[in-house]
């Protein structure tokens, strides 16, 4: 694990002065050691974070003639098979890490070589012989990398800031990504809040010659075909060797490894799984929250029981809330506005973990492939609910819902039961954009400038969620709300957040549930096994029977996420104030102070809810904050 950046100079106009500094802002990523290549056409660099092969795996690393390099960040699993496959064919190592078997499957089979990766990865490929520069994704992207094509030449990095670095990246606020940020939360793939940088989306490779021709690639999506006929126990027997193969192969590393863990049901399966695969107890690591509210859940219960039942080393820390001491580190560790709340748990745990191990596994990517998150089960619902005539939905029940009083703790379930029917009778594609957007357009509009109302179109915003609906020959609308998730929300927001805040804290997450071929096997499980009645991730509920206590599979999901509707009535009102005023929203050119304000004071009178909107202004008035300030301290530094 790593992090990993570079460019094709295609002017003469990079230097490795601006190589190295590219490798500096990154350091955190890999903090045991660093190394970097450089011709006078391409620079490739890379900062260590030491897991594999811990005396020998510097990277760049070169074929036996020095004709092919490469910089990796991520981790192969299967490369100890690959590597003996490649030795068997005349290959000859000069290390035991799992970064050499790129360099020679790519003399084996060139832009084809990711096909053969089964892990998490993002790396760049230099051929010597015909002067081009492969970089590639893994299939699920969990490992970042962002483009940007400027005048001088190409550049690439792991995060933003790397690019940023070279002082050769305008920093123009790209205006349809702002809008698609106030929608979802985050930045989708493949924009950034930067005008003039993208991302590589997952499963894809791109190709870039020495005169800067790009020649973009998919290698990977997920399967639309139908897996064969099965009963229940088949699957269930199916996913038990599927998943134990994920953990397994996930535990391949040269330090020890930890867990993260919620007391829910996907990170308790590894866990439990975990301790019987290792030979030390399993080192865990637990959030909670004082003073959350009557309405949060608290899970740690159920962890303990779990530590206890397999004897792990358990770890568990009590966050009191104040954003004000961690903030410009998330704002730092992200490059862009960022605005999932669970931002506050993720960096006390990564923390926690980073200062005891160097390598963590989490459960995440269970909800997004059996279905456990509430708009799945709301989607399927609505089926039913659009069956009700129209007149009595409109008449009636949407009336009294509509009527319904904010609740005074940090649930969302009145909001949700608004929006729910609100949307109802709606085509599905509609009412699943509706459940990821945090607000409508209408809302946008009034919350925007009108200069700022100009220039987004809210049918590109709405596409985010509604093209993946509806491409493909899926029937099942279920499969279809999966298969988006995975491509969407699961990229753009769990993923980044995990791997800005893990790396933040030179902390390497692994993601089991995200194996690829755990996945395939899943998008073939029928949609009556994922939710059933109105039971979700029924199958995988069954399955961890064979590990876990009932009360801790079938207890009320929370989540792992912060109290913040209870946090922006209290505690972090004052901060929010500080930051969000009247002379930076006006300064900022995008919002209009007034309707902040009033979804602010909305907020604190319990009149309605509108945390998430708070915090997706706060996270951006932060971030255009930080941006003032590095610009002024990179012109004071010109001067």
């Known amino acids: 694990m790593c992090g990993i950046c570079g460019f094709v100079s295609t002017s ?9 500094a590219m490798s500096d802002s990154i350091i955190r990523r890999g903090p045991d050691g660093a190394g970097h290549y450089f011709d006078g056409t391409v620079g490739l660099a890379m900062r260590r974070l030491a897991i594999i092969d811990l005396e ?8 036996e003639d020095r004709s092919v390099c490469v910089v990796f960040n991520g981790e192969i699993y299967n490369y100890r098979e690959l590597r003996q496959q490649l030795i068997d064919k005349g290959h000859r190592f000069e290390t035991h890490s799992d970064t050499e078997v790129i360099v020679h499957l790519y003399e084996e089979y060139g832009a084809e070589l990711p096909r053969h990766l089964h892990g998490m990865f993002a790396f760049a490929v230099w051929d010597l012989r015909k002067h081009t520069l492969l970089l590639a994704r893994d299939r699920l992207g969990i490992k970042p990398l962002y483009i940007a094509r400027t005048p001088s030449g190409i550049l690439f990095g792991s995060e933003i800031k790397a690019l940023l670095a070279t002082g050769l990246v305008g920093s123009t606020l790209d205006w349809q990504g702002l809008d698609e940020y106030l929608t979802y939360t985050n930045v989708p793939c493949p924009r950034t809040i930067y005008a003039e940088i993208g991302q590589l989306e997952p499963g894809t490779t791109v190709t870039i010659s020495q005169n800067g021709e790009m020649r973009h690639a998919r290698y990977w999506s997920v399967p639309q075909v139908p897996s064969p006929a099965r009963s229940e126990a088949q699957w269930l027997d199916d996913c038990e060797q599927a998943l134990r193969s994920a953990v397994r192969s996930h535990l391949v590393a040269d330090v020890p490894v930890g867990a ?4 829910g049901v996907d990170s308790g399966i590894m866990v439990a799984l975990m301790a019987e695969m290792m030979d030390r107890p399993v080192e865990t690591f637990t959030v909670g929250f004082k003073d959350a509210g009557s309405s949060f859940i608290d899970e740690r219960k159920y962890a303990r029981a779990l530590a206890q039942r397999y004897k792990l080393n358990y770890h568990e820390i009590d966050v009191t809330p104040n954003l004000e001491e961690i903030v410009w580190e998330i704002v730092n560790a992200f490059d862009q506005p960022f605005a999932d709340d669970s931002v506050v748990p993720s960096y006390y745990v990564s923390q926690i973990a980073g200062r005891n191990v160097k390598v963590a596994m989490t459960g995440l990517g269970g909800d997004e492939l059996f279905a456990g998150y509430r708009r799945h089960l709301g989607l399927m619902l609505g089926e039913r609910y659009a069956r009700i005539p129209r007149w009595l939905r409109d008449n009636l029940i949407r009336p009294i819902v509509e009527r319904l009083p904010e609740s005074s703790n940090s649930s969302d379930a009145i909001d949700h039961l608004k929006r729910f029917v609100r949307a109802g009778g709606a085509p599905a594609h509609q009412r699943y954009q509706d459940s990821l957007a945090t607000l ?7 919350l925007y400038t009108p200069d700022a109302a ?13 093209r993946p609906f509806t491409e493909g020959s899926v029937d099942s609308i279920l499969e279809r ?7 969407t929300y699961m990229v753009d927001d769990i993923l ?12 390497e997450l692994r993601v089991p549930y995200l194996d690829h071929r755990l996945v395939e096997l899943v998008a073939g499980i029928p949609a009556n096994l994922k939710i059933r009645g109105n039971t979700q991730k029924y199958l995988l509920k069954k399955l961890a029977e ?23 009535r209290g505690p972090l009102l004052p901060f929010f104030d500080s930051v969000v005023n009247k002379a930076a929203v006006e300064s900022s050119g995008v919002f209009r102070y007034e309707e902040i304000r009033r979804l602010r004071d909305e907020h604190v009178s319990l009149k309605k809810k509108h945390s998430k909107v708070l915090f997706s202004i706060l996270s951006f008035m932060l971030w255009q904050t930080a941006q003032s300030t590095s610009a002024r301290a990179t012109n004071s530094a010109a001067a």
Request: net charge positive; glycine share 8%.
């Open 260 to 263: 993260f863990l919620s007391g």
């Open 12 to 20: 003469g106009r990079l230097h490795e002065r601006n190589l190295l």
């Open 496 to 507: 980044t957040l995990s791997d800005r805040l893990s790396m933040w804290h030179s902390l």
């Open 454 to 466: 100009r220039r987004v179109d809210r049918a590109t915003t709405d596409n985010v969620i509604i």
């Open 546 to 568: 064979r590990w876990l206590p009932r009360d801790m599979i079938y207890h009320k999901k929370q989540g792992f996420e912060a109290p913040m509707g209870r946090w922006l």
């Open 56 to 63: 020998g795996g510097q990277q760049p690393i070169f074929n």
């Open 481 to 487: 709300a999966l298969r988006t998730d995975l491509q």
């Open 440 to 446: 409508s357009w209408q809302s946008r509009q009034q």
